[in-house]
């Protein structure tokens, strides 16, 4: 698995049967899981959960504490794909 970088730039594929990469192939979307919601790689944990998480002030480490099947290399990664999407919209 590849890490990514802020600075990185990493578009969506779409591969067999619907299923839609992103975030470095990170981030799942199948319409077979959880009716197509975006979830870490591996997982059924929706990657909403960590902004979720986040955003109430709950810790990264609580965060992987709570979800053992999310690695801190998916968690840091997603955030700083978010960063990086937030960054190029600014420059664009």
């Given amino acids: 698995m590849t890490a ?4 990185d730039y990493v578009g969506v594929m779409t591969v ?3 299923t839609h990469l992103t975030a470095g192939g ?3 979307s199948n319409p077979g ?3 197509g919601t975006p979830v870490f790689q591996g997982t059924r944990m929706p990657v ?3 902004f979720d998480y986040l955003a109430d002030g709950l810790s990264l480490d609580y965060f992987l504490e ?3 099947s999310v690695t801190r290399e998916q968690a840091a990664a997603v955030l700083r794909y978010g960063w ?3 960054e190029g919209e600014l420059a664009a």
Wanted: charged share 20%; no cysteine; proline share 5%.
């Fill in 4 to 7: 990514l970088r802020a600075g």
């Fill in 16 to 18: 067999k049967g619907g």
């Fill in 26 to 28: 990170l981030v799942v």
């Fill in 33 to 35: 899981i959880l009716g």
């Fill in 48 to 50: 909403k959960t960590l």
């Fill in 66 to 68: 709570s979800f053992p």
């Fill in 84 to 86: 990086q999407r937030i």
